[in-house]
């Protein structure tokens, strides 16, 4: 029996029940009288009751009950009306159930035993409520507007970014453009009319700074018809040192180092011209020759460039100096492909591969444009990190060695992509692979986030990795953030935050004063499209259940505090009217 009762304020239970023992002591020790026994043992009686009463009221029973399961049906944001109608006939005794964000559904949801949920779902932090029920979304009006988008929210000055997505129901002549800060017009495209259309903007910063750049769709009179916040912070950009070794020149390098030059890092070039003779060419730094790979030399350099037939050269002691060099260091390495280095060991290569038919390919950040690569594919292998990819397919990748990365590609003639006219292409490839191999920076503390957008009034959940024992989180009001430690990696901790103000915002490491995270907090009005078709994937993944025959169903119902009233004033009342009667 004391299995099927409960309490909502189980929390206050033994300091509720201690004081109704008191309260009722006290009320015992009042009424006693040796000459009226009999009274006495029937208002203590009484007096026990209106206590109960009390402490009911105070602690609010709940208890369970059994009944036949019924389907239920959620109404979401964005249903169809026809779905529910449909349901409604196949569904005799179909109970209907609104749905509010952020609001418990209640005793509502405590007698179904199926849930279909119509319409774009619930948010993802209100799955609780429906945690281990049976349910399947029926998806409803698909929204207009921005579905998808991708972008750096950090990027740095003089970078090529680009801002692709895509964008459901665009109206013909329409045009979606991208502003900066003022609401000047950067890049745009006019929709076409189709039913999903893909587009690509870019944009090149050039200040450092925290900006609100945004996507604005504009009519064809230049009317506002929809505008979306694009936040994002640009730094200043890191200047690297890159060694570039070839075992002759080749074109690859000359429009590489090109690149790597004009964005502002610091190259040296040694190319080999006859045996023991070499061509060296420097950028953005002094002449010093490279003569030969020592951990000293190399203990300067961030990003090692070298063909495959220059790395396989290399004597026993000096690929030791570059492992080494790797290791403890963090030195960057990109061997440029050969058709030698395919057919290589893995040993030798440190990668393994497989034939294909396939001499072209995609970007992924850019599918429509074609680009050479080899007659082989990366085989999946533990440890291989992508760092670029299309479709299923792995086009550039890296293994780590200890606080270094080895990377390769398996494409080919990537300069054509600037002879063709694709720059922006050309230069995004490459910065990427600059910056997944480079070396890193030790950062005592380090941020993630696990969606894009901060929401008001809605969690904004992050991660940190830090080497600091127990750290502590504040927030813009000094308020500390609860976290929650990695079970199997200690340096992982994990916490939520629900931001208030909108605009810009920080989050602070108290152990670490010299480490904030800046994120941008919107309105929950921002993004409503884009935020739809994410509220419904998550819930296609979580809710994918079947229909299941009506069964018997235990649930928690409350005892209305009706009875426990009545009784409490019934039981006063007496209290308070036997004295009169009794005394006349």
């Known amino acids: 029996m004391i299995d099927q009762i409960n309490f909502l304020n189980q929390a206050y239970f033994w300091p509720v029940v201690i004081g109704g023992i008191l309260l009722w002591l006290v009320f015992v020790w009042k009424e006693w009288s040796p000459i009226l026994k009999s009274r006495f043992y029937l208002h203590s009686f009484v007096g026990l009751l209106a206590v109960i009463s009390l402490v009911m009221l105070a602690l609010k029973p709940n208890i369970q009950k059994s009944a036949t399961s019924t389907i239920g049906v959620l109404l979401t944001p964005g249903f ?5 109608d449909s349901l409604k006939k196949i569904h005799k005794n179909l109970k209907i159930i609104p749905y509010t964000i952020n609001e418990p559904m209640g005793s509502a949801i405590d007698s179904v035993g199926y849930y279909y949920i119509l319409g774009r779902g619930l948010a993802t932090f209100d799955f609780w409520q429906l945690e281990k029920r049976p349910a399947k979304i029926i ?45 000047a017009g950067i890049d745009s495209i006019v929709f076409s009319g189709q039913a999903y259309e893909n ?71 040694r190319s080999q011209l006859t045996k023991n003779k070499y061509k060296y060419e420097y950028f953005n730094t002094e002449q010093q020759p490279f003569y030969n790979f020592t951990e000293k030399q190399l203990e300067g350099y961030d990003l090692l460039f070298i063909d495959f037939d220059s790395y396989i050269s290399l004597s026993r002691a000096n690929l030791s100096a570059l492992h080494n060099s790797q290791k403890n260091n963090g030195l960057g390495l990109f061997i440029q492909p050969s058709t030698s280095f395919f057919n290589a060991a893995p040993e030798r290569s440190g990668f393994s591969f497989e034939t294909t038919e396939n001499l072209k390919t995609s970007l992924g950040f850019s599918s429509e444009v074609l680009v050479d690569q080899f007659p082989y594919n990366f085989k999946p292998e533990f440890g291989l990190e992508e760092i670029h990819q299309y479709k299923d397919q792995t086009l550039t990748a890296y293994h780590r060695r200890v606080h270094g990365r080895v990377g390769t590609t398996i494409l080919q003639n990537t300069y054509e992509l600037l002879l063709k006219g694709h720059k922006e292409v050309y230069e995004q490839f490459w910065a ?15 941020w993630f986030h696990n969606s894009r957008f901060a929401y008001q009034h809605e969690p904004f959940d992050f991660k940190i990795r830090t080497s600091i024992n127990n750290p502590e989180i504040l927030n813009a009001n000094q308020t500390q953030i609860p976290l929650r430690q990695d079970l199997d990696m200690a340096n992982n901790w994990y916490g939520t935050t629900f931001p208030r103000t909108l605009g810009w915002q920080q989050l602070y490491l108290k152990n670490d004063s010299l480490s904030s995270y800046n994120y941008y907090v919107m309105d929950t009005l921002n993004w409503k499209s884009l935020r739809a078709v994410q509220t419904l994937e998550a819930n296609q993944r979580q809710f994918d259940g079947t229909a299941q025959n009506q069964k018997m169903v235990q649930f928690w119902a409350p005892i209305h505090q009706l009875w426990f009233f009545f009784i409490f004033i019934a039981a006063m009342g007496y209290l308070w009217l036997a004295p009169k009667l009794f005394s006349k």
């Open 432 to 446: 990427e692979v600059v910056t997944s191999l480079a070396k890193r920076n030790f950062k005592p503390t380090e």
């Open 139 to 183: 998806k409803g009006y698909h929204p207009r507007g921005i579905t998808k988008i991708n972008y750096p929210s950090t990027a740095f000055v003089g970078d090529n970014v680009g801002i692709q997505g895509s964008y459901s129901e665009g109206k013909k002549g329409n045009r979606l453009v991208l502003s900066n800060p003022r609401g």
């Open 80 to 84: 169809n009306r026809s779905q529910l």
């Open 199 to 269: 587009f690509k903007l870019r944009m090149n910063p050039t200040v450092v700074g925290k900006f609100n750049y945004s996507l604005v769709e504009k009519d064809s009179l230049a009317t506002i018809l929809s505008s979306e916040q694009l936040p994002m912070h640009i730094q200043e950009r890191q200047s690297l040192k890159i060694l570039m070794i070839n075992n002759f020149p080749t074109f690859e390098t000359k429009y590489l180092k090109n690149y790597l030059a004009e964005v502002g890092h610091q190259v040296t070039i």
